[in-house]
């Protein structure tokens, strides 16, 4: 029985062409799965912190802390001198606060393990978007609530894209808010 070039396709090519599309749609799942966005992600910290206290209770702004979010790319991780402008005085003997004044007394920085953070191969500039007028909450959550501070929000290129594409969405507070950039350079640089 001579074999037919639909054999062949059958056979050999149809098998190929099934498994190359299995396994993209495998990788392209498990690359884009809900997890891997880092909503949840609550890192323990070297001491326990409450923005639910500090921002919430307190009513601490958050570039009170955070010192930077104006002028800078990235928003800074409280260095231990910032807290101890309070502590210094405030709360003096609880425990967390025993371990804060250890780190300053020993000049040693804090090593508090960033919660909210752009992949490294993405350029991401904090200021700008705090110059426009985009509240703190719009991409971390009301941190006025939580106890541990968690991401809450995606930071993947899905969730910046559909903010830059469609901004009155998602800041309808901010006046004359305008599309951000779309374009593969604003971003990997």
Same mark, same amino acid.
């Given at each position: 029985?001579?074999?037919?070039?639909?054999?062949?396709?059958?056979?050999?090519?149809?098998?190929?062409?099934?498994?190359?599309?299995?396994?993209?749609?495998?990788?392209?799942?498990?690359?884009? /799965?809900?997890?891997?966005?880092?909503?949840?992600?609550?890192?323990?910290?070297?001491?326990?912190?409450?923005?639910?206290?500090?921002?919430?209770?307190?009513?601490?702004?958050?570039?009170?802390?955070?010192?930077?979010?104006?002028?800078?790319?990235?928003?800074?991780?409280?260095?231990?001198?910032?807290?101890?402008?309070?502590?210094?005085?405030?709360?003096?003997?609880?425990?967390?606060?025993?371990?804060?004044?250890?780190?300053?007394?020993?000049?040693?920085?804090?090593?508090?393990?960033?919660?909210?953070?752009?992949?490294?191969?993405?350029?991401?500039?904090?200021?700008?978007?705090?110059?426009?007028?985009?509240?703190?909450?719009?991409?971390?959550?009301?941190? /006025?609530?939580?106890?541990?501070?968690?991401?809450?929000?995606?930071?993947?290129?899905?969730?910046?894209?559909?903010?830059?594409?469609?901004?009155?969405?998602?800041?309808?507070?901010?006046?004359?808010?305008?599309?951000?950039?779309?374009?593969?350079?604003?971003?990997?640089?």
């Amino acid at each position: 029985m001579k074999k037919t070039v639909l054999d062949y396709l059958l056979k050999v090519r149809l098998p190929l062409v099934l498994f190359v599309a299995a396994i993209s749609f495998l990788v392209t799942f498990y690359v884009s /799965r809900p997890e891997r966005d880092g909503v949840g992600y609550a890192p323990e910290q070297p001491l326990a912190y409450s923005h639910k206290l500090h921002a919430g209770e307190l009513g601490i702004d958050c570039q009170y802390c955070h010192v930077g979010v104006t002028k800078q790319r990235q928003a800074l991780v409280p260095s231990v001198n910032i807290c101890m402008n309070c502590h210094a005085v405030a709360r003096k003997d609880r425990p967390e606060i025993i371990k804060l004044r250890e780190y300053y007394e020993s000049g040693r920085p804090l090593p508090w393990k960033r919660v909210h953070k752009v992949p490294e191969y993405a350029y991401f500039n904090h200021s700008v978007h705090v110059n426009k007028g985009i509240d703190c909450e719009t991409c971390h959550g009301n941190v /006025r609530e939580m106890e541990v501070i968690q991401q809450v929000k995606s930071f993947t290129m899905t969730a910046c894209l559909d903010c830059h594409r469609d901004p009155k969405k998602f800041v309808p507070y901010v006046e004359n808010v305008k599309q951000g950039p779309r374009y593969c350079a604003a971003c990997h640089r």
